[in-house]
């Protein structure tokens, strides 16, 4: 089966625009989720989609991130605008029974504010 | 919040040795799991342990879990260059939520 794609694989931007990162799961599975991990601290959780609804989103950082999973299919995050400490690597993880098998990564989307 | 805190950040050891790496956690989980990050990819998972489990082996990798001490091991015997890569330990949610915490990580590097 193919794995979780994430897109664009690289981005750099000017603080102030707009990037779209989306994520490609694995087909069937219902859970998405979004981390990232910036300048080598800690992976933090942003969301988790439930198909297409919002489970929990606690840990966007702020309102110039927007997250939407259309049809419970693919998932889209948004920056905007972008600022220089959102850069860093962005990872979609999908699941279908987490507490058994655990999360399926993609790469990752490294994006750089300058 | 609860938070996996891994150690040591940064390992450095030959071929051939034996690389062990911590996991330290504040609240109680439903399990928890090890992750793999080699240099520009994404996160491979390892291997995962239930709370109700002690140890668990997989291939080259050893994984102990206490409890009471709220701490994992992940332990790689023979390691080879092709192990370098950051290790994550992600802790799993108790009732209510699904979402894994995540450590700053072990970078560990294998000298050939």
């Known amino acids: 089966e193919a794995g979780v794609t994430q897109f664009p694989s690289h981005s750099v931007i000017e603080k102030g625009q707009t990037v779209t990162l989306r994520c490609d799961p694995i087909s069937g599975h219902d859970n998405l989720y979004w981390y990232r991990r910036v300048m080598g601290k800690e992976i933090k959780f942003l969301l988790h989609f439930v198909k297409e609804s919002k489970q929990d989103e606690s840990g966007m950082p702020n309102n110039r991130f927007l997250a939407e999973r259309t049809g419970g299919t693919y998932s889209t995050l948004k920056v905007q605008p972008a600022e220089l400490e959102d850069s860093g690597v962005y990872f979609c993880?999908?699941?279908?029974?987490?507490?058994?098998?655990?999360?399926?990564f993609g790469s990752g989307t490294r994006l750089t504010v300058v | 919040s609860q938070q996996g805190e891994e150690d040591p950040q940064a390992l450095s050891i030959q071929e051939g040795e034996n690389a062990t790496m911590n996991c330290s956690y504040k609240?109680?989980?439903?399990?928890l799991q090890w992750y793999r990050q080699n240099s520009g990819r994404g996160l491979v998972h390892l291997i995962l342990?239930?709370?109700?489990?002690r140890e668990k082996h997989s291939g080259r990798l050893r994984v102990t879990l206490d409890t009471s001490k709220k701490s994992s091991s992940l332990l790689i015997t023979a390691s080879r260059a092709a192990d370098t890569a950051s290790y994550f330990c992600?802790?799993?949610?108790?009732?209510?939520?699904?979402?894994?915490?995540f450590g700053t990580g072990t970078r560990l590097k294998v000298l050939a």
């Open positions: 993880a999908s699941s279908q029974d987490l507490t058994n098998y655990g999360y399926t």
């Open positions: 992600a802790t799993g949610p108790t009732s209510g939520t699904y979402k894994y915490i």
């Open positions: 609240t109680s989980i439903n399990n």
């Open positions: 342990i239930r709370s109700n489990e």
